[in-house]
C-alpha cells in the first residue's frame, strides 16, 4: 500500500497562474478530504468527498478554488488565478467511511504552492 | 462552533523530561478527538484518538484521556526523547461526520 499520493511535491506559480494539485487516495477508501497548511492556520478543513459525490466545502475559498473527483482513485484541487497568499503546503487525505478505522484520516505528504 | 484550543505554540523541553501539550474543545456532540503528529517534510500521522470518557489510551510511550467535563484531551510524555521533535496537532470529529477540526498545532523541540 504506497498511501495517499500527492503530485507535484512542488510547484511554483507566478501571480495570477492556474495551479493544479493531484491526489490519489488509498484504494478502498471513499471518502477523500483536503486541507491547507500554513504556520499561521494550521491545518484548515477545505473540502470533502465522499464516494465521489462533494459534501462539504465550507472551508474553500468560494471564487478561486474549485475540487473534483472524477473517479475512486483521484481528486484534484484546482486554483485559479493564485494570489500570494495562496502559498500554503495543501494536504490530501483519505478514509474510510464505516467499520473500526472509519475516523482516522491518512495524509498525503502534500504539495508545497508557492505563488511569487 | 466547534473548535479545538491549543495554547502552546511552541515548547521546548531537555530530553529525558515529561511533556504536556495541552487541547481543549467546544462541542455540543458526543466527540472523537485525535492527536497527530507530524515530523519534519513528513505527513501528519494518527498519534491517539478516543471518545471515552476518562479511559487513558496510549501509543509509542504517548498517553491521553478524553475528560469531558472539562472538554479537554491533554497530551502527555514521561520522558520525551530527542525523536519526539516534530508538530503535533489535536482534532475534534463530530459523531456520524468524517471532517476533523485541527488545533493550531504546537511545535514540540526536544534538546539534547
Known amino acids: 500500500n504506497a498511501g495517499v499520493i500527492q503530485t507535484p511535491r512542488h510547484k511554483v506559480t507566478g501571480k495570477g497562474q492556474e495551479a493544479t494539485l493531484w491526489c490519489e487516495p488509498i484504494s478502498g477508501h471513499s471518502a477523500v478530504f483536503w486541507y491547507r497548511q500554513t504556520i499561521v492556520q494550521g491545518l484548515e478543513f477545505l473540502t470533502y468527498?465522499?464516494?465521489?459525490?462533494?459534501?462539504?466545502d465550507s472551508g474553500m475559498p468560494k471564487e478561486r478554488f474549485s475540487a473534483q473527483m472524477p473517479n475512486q482513485s483521484h481528486s484534484t484541487l484546482k486554483i485559479q488565478s493564485t494570489q500570494p497568499q495562496d502559498s500554503a503546503v495543501y494536504l490530501c487525505?483519505?478514509?474510510?467511511?464505516?467499520?473500526?478505522?472509519?475516523?482516522?484520516?491518512?495524509f498525503g505528504s502534500g504539495t508545497r504552492l508557492t505563488v511569487l | 462552533g466547534d473548535s479545538v484550543t491549543q495554547t502552546e505554540g511552541l515548547v521546548t523541553l531537555t530530553k529525558g523530561l515529561p511533556v504536556m501539550l495541552n487541547c481543549t474543545y467546544q462541542?455540543?456532540?458526543?466527540?472523537?478527538l485525535f492527536w497527530y503528529v507530524q515530523h519534519l517534510n513528513e505527513a501528519p500521522k494518527l498519534l491517539l484518538k478516543s471518545s471515552t470518557d476518562n479511559k487513558r489510551t496510549e501509543h509509542q510511550g504517548f498517553y491521553a484521556t478524553l475528560h469531558k467535563s472539562s472538554s479537554s484531551f491533554h497530551l502527555q510524555k514521561s520522558s520525551v526523547q530527542l525523536s519526539d521533535s516534530a508538530l503535533y496537532f489535536c482534532a475534534l470529529k463530530m459523531p456520524n461526520y468524517n471532517v476533523l477540526y485541527f488545533g493550531s498545532g504546537t511545535k514540540l523541540t526536544v534538546e539534547p
Open positions: 487525505a483519505s478514509s474510510f467511511t464505516g467499520g473500526a478505522d472509519a475516523e482516522t484520516l491518512y
Open positions: 468527498f465522499r464516494n465521489q459525490a462533494p459534501i462539504d
Open positions: 462541542t455540543t456532540y458526543s466527540p472523537f
